[in-house]
DNA sequence: AGTAATTTGGTACGGTTGTGCCAGATTACT
DNA sequence: AGTAATCTGGCACAACCGTACCAAATTACT
């Protein structure tokens, strides 16, 4: 259901936004009603007030935190070298927008979940359309920064250098200390490289 | 705990099968003490007598399913046509070793599957030995291949493969009328023709 | 044959889940 | 001001879940 009042909506958005917190710090699993109203600071009965069912709450929760994510690609966009094409730092970049800005200790852990939320769309019929909208828009920008790097290159190649990062992340999963983003930034720095 | 009886030994197996088929057919979360019982046609109480808890049992199912699938891949490389090196059949080999044997009409929810299994290690860290031994047998298997096909690879280049597959199966998940297999077969064909 | 170890299977407990219910409080509208 | 729509929040329910318990049955061993 949706929101009439301001207060309502308010509120609608402070659980999309705690949703939103769950999802990323726990995975979909973790999106509960009463987690999700517990982190929010209300009552259970308005995560089923504001939301018919959890798979309409995890929906919004998926989108406000693609949206945020999408918003983090352009403003890196914006401040991007034109002068920067091959080296490093251009690598850097794009894994951000693969895999998230760096977490730290935590890094293994974020982008975890990001194939996560991937792999569970599979399972999770309802959220494809979501998904393909999100990763059309991902892959948009990609096309935009390797054109802007004075790098351009064709929608073919995206892909490709795409699911080599999202490939070696899967399997650095099975290490005994996951490091992903590191595995990632190998397979793409051999691809990247002028043969 | 281990059986020490024959007919002990008979009744763990099969719920060790029992407990594959179910994570074959819906996933980790599938595998339940209730529902392991049922499939294997024993009372509840036996899946917490021979295994102490259900992580023990899970374990036990990936290995078995895992093994199998192993055994498979081995029978495959026997038969293999030394003839065969880049032809479409060759392509299709290396495709059913990493995904499995085409499953028809249920493939993509089989090769989902095999990510849900991957990724969820990344959760589940008392499966990473055994995901790790599986995998490093798999790659091995895919060294084996190339060198008979003629066309011997070092191990970067096959974990490059794998990896393009893999991603190029994750990304295809989010489509309406997801295929996986295709879309990994055509990352596969591009990046093994000769450049 | 008889004792000990193993296995069996019914049952129960405490926990969490999604969701429905509903009397009362709040807000919007005329 | 007064009626109607909206919202609030405490509570309960039925369905799961993993796991513990334990008396009875079966099997192994001397």
Redesign the interface.
């Known amino acids: 259901m949706t929101a009439a009042t301001p207060k309502g909506e308010r509120r609608r958005q402070a659980l999309v936004e705690a949703a939103a917190g769950l999802l990323v710090d726990g995975?979909f699993d973790a999106v509960r009603h009463r987690a999700v109203a517990e982190r929010a600071g209300l009552p259970l009965a308005s995560t089923t007030y504001y939301f018919d069912s959890l798979d309409e709450l995890v929906t919004a929760a998926l989108e406000f935190h693609g949206r945020a994510e999408l918003e983090y690609g352009k403003a890196r966009l914006d401040e991007l070298d034109p002068g920067e094409c091959g080296g490093e730092a251009f690598i850097d970049l794009v894994l951000d927008l693969l895999l998230g800005p760096p977490a730290g200790d935590r890094d293994?852990?974020a982008v975890?979940l990001r194939?996560?939320r991937?792999?569970a769309?599979?399972?999770r019929p309802y959220l494809?359309?979501l998904?393909?909208k999100l990763?059309g828009e991902l892959h948009g920008l990609l096309l935009d920064i390797f054109t802007r790097a004075g790098q351009p290159v064709g929608r073919?190649r995206v892909?490709?250098l795409?699911?080599?990062?999202?490939?070696?992340v899967?399997?650095a999963?099975?290490?005994?200390s996951?490091d992903p983003r590191a595995a990632a930034r190998r397979?793409l720095a051999?691809?990247m490289q002028p043969r």
């Open positions: 995975g293994a852990e975890l194939y996560e991937l792999v769309t599979g399972r494809r359309p998904m393909r990763s073919e892909e490709e795409i699911a080599l990062v999202d490939g070696a899967v399997n999963l099975i290490e005994i996951p397979m051999k691809a």
